[in-house]
């Protein structure tokens, strides 16, 4: 085997090494990956069932009631041109409401439901929880208009 050919084989090797390398770790990040969808992606993309996703969107109104003992909850969520039913057991978010911007981490099941494990409600840059207005204003520092969101 000549110098030529000897370096010509370690390169073709190595190239051999990376791609494989990249192959695996892309594949163990595509199964650690939660995909972000809103309704209308549901509704057009192939989501595969059982596998773990965020869903984001509005509380869509009259559709929040709770299950049984309380803390199971069904609601639905809407983009405003498609609307996904979602049901979650657990203490939802004290700024949780209908009209209320959410992001929801859980998987579609068989009957195209989405089961959520977690739910975040989202808030406007103006939120102060109600106890902080509180404290400002009793040590006078408050400067905020008395129209402040403190839900």
Known sequence: ?????????????????????TAL???????NITY????????????TIGRAI??????EDGTFEKLGDGLKVKFSITDG?????VTYQGIL?????????VITEGSL???GEFIAHEVLAKHDENY??????EALKASGEWRGDEEQVTE
């Open 93 to 101: 978010p004290d700024l949780f409401r209908e009209g209320q911007g």
């Open 36 to 47: 972000f969808y809103s309704p209308s992606d549901l509704k057009t993309k192939q989501v």
């Open 109 to 111: 099941n068989e009957k």
């Open 128 to 133: 102060m929880p109600t106890e902080v207005i």
């Open 1 to 21: 085997m000549t110098r030529k050919s000897r370096r010509m084989y370690v390169l073709v090797v190595a190239i051999a090494l990376l791609a494989s390398a």
């Open 25 to 31: 770790v892309l594949t163990a990040l595509d199964d």
């Open 54 to 59: 965020r869903l984001g969107g509005l509380v």
């Open 81 to 85: 041109a498609e609307t996904v039913a």
